[in-house]
């Protein structure tokens, strides 16, 4: 039988980190050589891409967030963002003018933060610049409580949007302070009408749990309240304290608190499981009574999807594998054997001075991948068995056949077995599969298979 005890035996704390790409930017380092994005997609397959769109900007920085994006942009910025933003939207689509979108999102940051003028001109690059038929394939959008105003929204649906998240948290207000996160419900609770006076098909929540101070009975109570709405998506993420973000500067982890956070989530995903929500993931709930949309959980983060892959529920697509181009000084791009991007930034200083630069960048410095990670054929064995593993359907053993000629369950025996031993997932013919006790193991499985040398380089990544 698996139990909690077994598991920290084998890996300790069941929050080492969230896997939602792999590799993680800190193992990204520049490029030896600068190829062109001619040669960085050529041969690679261009019909059913993801589009990523990224706006580094919010209007407030959560005490949890490591994301990066800003505060207290000035409108002249923001120009300039999307100045820059169409200046790398030309230069990718004259290098790659085959590129065809199955999916597209757009993160941040907070979306939202511009305003409706601003978006529109923002969804003007996704289909003028881009060629992204936006009105015919799923597209996920981020916002927050203080920015999802009824004219922003109504540009949204009207951009073909099919699924808006929004990242409440808590719809505790004290709750809510604690994480850092300052708002009032009633706002909330306005934001969600509007949304849900926009008829975008799918609402997603994101709810925290473990933040100090909250109980069993309020989280139940900030679950309940999403309820009400009716969300077709509700994502429940642990609180992590990181570096460099307002928790990480003053807050003392508790020495209980694995112990809290594992039992809120049980308590959760058991609640969720009874209102007639299907477990695609440690974090993301689906309504059972609604259909597949497109996208899966990677690539979603505490603020909502972020990464280009979650448009909305569960199919085969993932952006890692069938390829993503991102835009933005924030956004990955990825090929089958490359992951490239800009510097990575957390610190407030850092970040400005990214975003600083990349708006004064002329079309031709966008030419070029300068930044990121080159997958052998052995790391791209591990991005599909963490891919997949790391969702609630697990690996299937006909599709990693099919990619790679070989057995996952062979390749990684090493490393399965002793997960397998402590009940944390199971392999069969069908392929490997978390169990119930592994789902909730998820942050420390996915880092315990990172390969040794991704793990040195974002071991020896300095935080900045």
């Known amino acids: 039988m698996p139990s909690s005890v077994a598991a920290k035996d084998l890996l300790g704390s069941p ?21 062109t994005l001619s040669d960085v997609w050529r041969g690679q397959d261009l019909s059913t891409l993801s589009l990523y ?4 900007f919010c209007e407030m920085r959560c005490g949890f967030c490591n994301l990066f994006t800003r505060t207290g942009a000035p409108e002249e910025l923001v120009g300039r963002y999307l100045d820059a933003l169409e200046r790398q939207a030309r230069a990718v689509r004259e290098a790659i003018p085959e590129a065809r979108f199955a999916v597209a999102a757009v993160g941040g940051g907070t979306p939202t933060y511009l305003d409706a003028p601003e978006l529109e001109r923002l969804f003007d690059i996704a289909t ?40 409440v948290q808590s719809f505790d207000d004290a709750e809510a302070r604690a994480a850092g996160r300052p708002q009032r419900r009633a706002d909330v609770e306005a934001a969600l009408a509007a949304i849900r006076d926009a008829a975008v098909p799918i609402l997603n929540i994101d709810l925290i749990y473990g933040i100090d101070g909250q109980t069993r ?41 694995d112990t809290d956070r594992l039992a809120l989530y049980r308590v959760g995903r ?33 603020g909502g999807t972020a990464a280009g892959a ?27 054997d490359l992951h490239y991007s800009f510097e990575y930034a957390v610190g407030i200083g850092e970040v400005r001075a990214i975003i600083d630069d990349y708006v004064t960048l002329d079309q031709e410095a966008f030419t070029r991948a300068r930044v990121g990670y080159r997958l052998d054929a052995s790391e791209r064995r591990r991005r599909h068995l963490l891919t997949s593993l790391l969702q609630a359907d697990g690996l299937a053993a006909a599709d990693y056949r099919a990619a790679f000629g070989t057995d996952a369950d062979v390749d990684f025996a090493a490393e399965l077995a002793p997960l397998a031993d402590a009940g944390l997932l199971t392999v069969s013919e069908a392929g490997v599969r978390l169990t119930d006790e592994g789902l909730a193991w998820s942050d420390a499985i996915g880092p315990a298979l990172f390969s040794p040398e991704t793990a040195a380089l974002m071991h020896g990544y300095r935080p900045r």
Do not use: N
């Not at 929050?15 to 190829?35: D, F, I």
């Not at 929500?277 to 497109?294: A, H, K, L, N, W």
């Not at 979650?310 to 089958?336: K, V």
């Open 15 to 35: 929050y080492a980190g969230y896997v939602y790409s792999y590799p993680h930017k800190t193992a990204y380092r520049p490029l030896a050589a600068t190829p």
């Open 128 to 167: 003028e610049v881009m060629g992204a038929d936006l009105g015919a394939i799923p597209m996920s959008v981020e916002t927050s409580p203080a920015t999802a105003t009824p004219d922003r929204l109504a540009v949204l649906a009207a951009r073909g949007t099919t699924r808006v998240s929004i990242g």
């Open 310 to 336: 979650g448009s909305g529920a569960e199919t085969d697509y993932r952006c890692q594998r069938d390829g993503m181009i991102g835009l933005g000084c924030g956004a990955r791009s990825y090929t089958s």
């Open 217 to 257: 009975a309020g989280w139940l109570a900030s679950i309940d309240a999403a309820l009400a709405w009716r969300p077709e998506e509700l994502y429940l993420y642990p609180l992590y304290v990181r570096p460099l973000t307002g928790l990480g500067r003053r807050a003392v982890t508790r020495a209980d608190w």
């Open 270 to 302: 058991d609640h969720l499981r009874d209102a007639g929500y299907e477990q695609v993931s440690m974090r993301m709930f689906r309504r059972t009574d609604i259909p597949p949309d497109g996208g899966g959980d990677f690539g979603s983060t505490a």
């Open 53 to 56: 769109l990224h706006v580094p």
